[in-house]
């Protein structure tokens, strides 16, 4: 018996042994990898210029699956790396370190086939019937040239969208939005500025009562994931050290529909607003924000008879959350085309992405409108369905030259080889309906999930018999494992584990900058 027993245990030893060993050396391939790319051959000029515009989700899951050396590719974005847009909530109290969820665009461009033009500026107009796109560098170190323009034959639009602000006053002036790196620093700034402010020697309870209170607007998942953060941040962290604010740090998640999370389960949403309730997350329903001063906001409040009324909210942080607007340089673009003219919500496109309207022109992500919400998750399918697209249609192309060829070499050989030429052109006809296959674009819908604090989290995962809705403690712990798995390099993944770590045994950092 004993015997078995380390027989048993030996195998499971092997097994770990080989499995650690495995990892490593992946690992290891990985890094080696990511620091000794190829050597990149430059594409044939004569070939077709595909500018693409950003490097958000979209944009970078087309250039990922790309065969770049079909084209003469062109990337133009402001930001010079892709950002892991789910996880930016944590870096707002330092859960997470926000590097930790960039990846460098030169990184990711550097590893194709043929090299990649990139220029780090934003697109300011596209001029659809000349087929150039004026650029400008927008960054802080300008030189003498800072606008200029890029012709193209094809174009990607995957811009994202804006902030809306519904034109309320006083919100792009006093609150903080969360869609960049950027304004999650701002916002890791503001909440320690707030809370030392607070403490500051002879404040006055009303003043002190105001800086500690944090208010969220909108509570979409990007409000709710933030609301859930600060309070972690106030729970596990904040008190531990500044015992002194416990009674009147507050969060507050305004909104103006009667529930949060309209896009989960009726199930998933009673869960999340009694979670809220038991971690003192005031959830304020039914209250439209109307106008923002500097240190209050103004909501009309609709109440249960029906009648509304409005009051003023003293805060100390805004957060707004108010869902996407569409770009300038899109709202552009769609002026110039008629099949565009009456569309508000984005560039409308066809079951192929292209943009309405125009026959170079195609669109990806939060700014193109093809029915689906506009997440992460439809951005980076829409992305590589584009890339299957584009790698297809340069395929055709070749066949296309080759059948031609072959059918002038027909037209003048002689009569021996004419049969042999002839069962060529029907192997290249046959080539070239097999590659023209390209079904429509069609969205697979993996579910949603979203981080509600107090390490819970919701999830409405499609499953083979049909949705699963859950929610606490272990969807949380699936929740982590499959944005961990999502992050785009071995190296965010190594990175991300580290701060999750660091912030268990360490806190997370309350320094101000
Ligand atoms: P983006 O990823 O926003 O990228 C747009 C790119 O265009 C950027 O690189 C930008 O710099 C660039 N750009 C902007 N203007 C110009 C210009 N004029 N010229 C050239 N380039 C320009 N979705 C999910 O599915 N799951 C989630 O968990 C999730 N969490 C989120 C959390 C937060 C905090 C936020 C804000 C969003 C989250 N989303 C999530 C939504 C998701 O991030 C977006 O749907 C997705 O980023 C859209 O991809 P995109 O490529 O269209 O745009
Ligand atoms: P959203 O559009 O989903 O929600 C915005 C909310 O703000 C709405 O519920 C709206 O009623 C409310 N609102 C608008 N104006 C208001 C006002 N004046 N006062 C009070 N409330 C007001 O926006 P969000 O959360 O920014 O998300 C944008 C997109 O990104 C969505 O498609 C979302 O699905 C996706 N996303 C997905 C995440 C996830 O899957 N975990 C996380 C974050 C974003």
Redesign the pocket.
Same mark, same amino acid.
């Given at each position: 018996k004993p015997k078995k027993r380390w027989g048993f245990l030996r195998t499971l030893w092997r097994i770990t042994y080989i499995s650690l060993l495995g990892g490593a050396g992946y690992m290891a391939y990985t890094i080696y990898d990511l620091k000794h790319p190829n050597e990149q051959f430059e594409p044939d000029p004569s070939k077709k210029t595909l500018v693409v515009l950003g490097s958000g989700w979209g944009s970078i899951a087309l250039l990922k699956k790309l065969d770049t050396e079909n084209y003469n590719v062109i990337v133009v974005s402001p930001r010079n790396f892709f950002l892991f847009?789910?996880l930016l909530p944590s870096c707002t109290t330092g859960y997470i370190e926000h590097r930790s969820i960039m990846e460098p665009i030169r990184n990711i461009l550097r590893h194709k086939k043929a090299a990649v033009k990139y220029y780090e500026a934003e697109a300011t107009k596209i001029d659809y019937k000349n087929k150039k796109v004026t650029i400008r560098d927008d960054s802080d170190v300008k030189g003498d040239n800072m606008e200029t323009q890029v012709d193209f034959d094809m174009l990607v639009v995957g811009v994202g969208a804006e902030n809306?602000t519904?034109g309320?006053p006083g919100v792009r002036e006093h609150s903080c939005f969360l869609k960049e790196v950027g304004d999650a620093q701002k916002i890791r700034k503001k909440i320690m500025d707030c809370v030392e402010t607070a403490l500051f020697k002879d404040q006055s309870e009303d003043e002190v009562k105001r800086l500690l209170h944090m208010v969220v607007?909108?509570?979409?998942?990007?409000?709710v994931?933030f609301a859930g953060e600060l309070q972690d941040f106030f729970q596990q962290d904040l008190l531990k050290w500044m015992p002194q604010i416990k009674d009147n740090f507050r969060v507050t998640l305004?909104? !103006?529909?009667p529930n949060?999370l309209?896009?989960f389960s009726k199930q998933l949403i009673d869960y999340t607003e009694s979670s809220f309730k038991e971690e003192h997350i005031d959830i304020r329903t039914k209250?439209?924000?109307?106008n923002v001063t500097d240190k209050t906001i103004e909501?009309q409040i609709t109440l249960p008879d029906g009648t509304k009324k409005i009051e003023t909210i003293p805060y100390g942080l805004l957060v707004w959350?108010?869902?996407?607007a569409v770009r300038s340089v899109v709202k552009d673009l769609m002026g110039q085309i008629p099949a565009q003219k009456d569309e508000r919500r984005g560039l409308k496109v066809n079951e192929y992405l292209v943009v309405k309207g125009t026959e170079n022109i195609w669109a990806v992500g939060d700014c193109a409108i093809a029915n689906y !919400?506009?997440?992460a998750q439809v951005a980076a399918q829409e992305g590589a369905f584009l890339a299957r697209l584009f790698n297809t249609m340069a395929k055709t192309d070749v066949i296309e030259t080759e059948l031609q060829e072959l059918s002038e070499k027909q037209a003048t050989a002689k009569a021996d080889d004419r049969n042999q030429i002839l069962n060529e052109i029907t192997e290249r006809q046959r080539q070239l309906r097999r590659t023209k296959q390209v079904g429509p674009f069609q969205y697979s819908h993996q579910g949603?999930?979203?981080y509600i604090g107090a390490e819970k989290a919701v999830a409405d995962v499609s499953w083979f018999t049909g949705n699963i809705a859950s929610g606490g403690t272990m969807t949380y712990l699936f929740w982590k494992s499959a944005y961990l798995s999502m992050c785009f390099s071995s190296r965010n993944r190594i990175l991300v584990m580290m701060d999750w770590m660091k912030s268990r045994i360490f806190g997370r950092d309350v320094s101000r900058e």
């Open positions: 847009t789910p809306a519904f309320i607007v909108g509570g979409g998942p990007t409000g994931e305004v909104e !103006a529909l949060v309209p896009m209250t439209m924000v109307k909501a959350a108010t869902g996407n !919400a506009p997440t949603s999930l979203a």
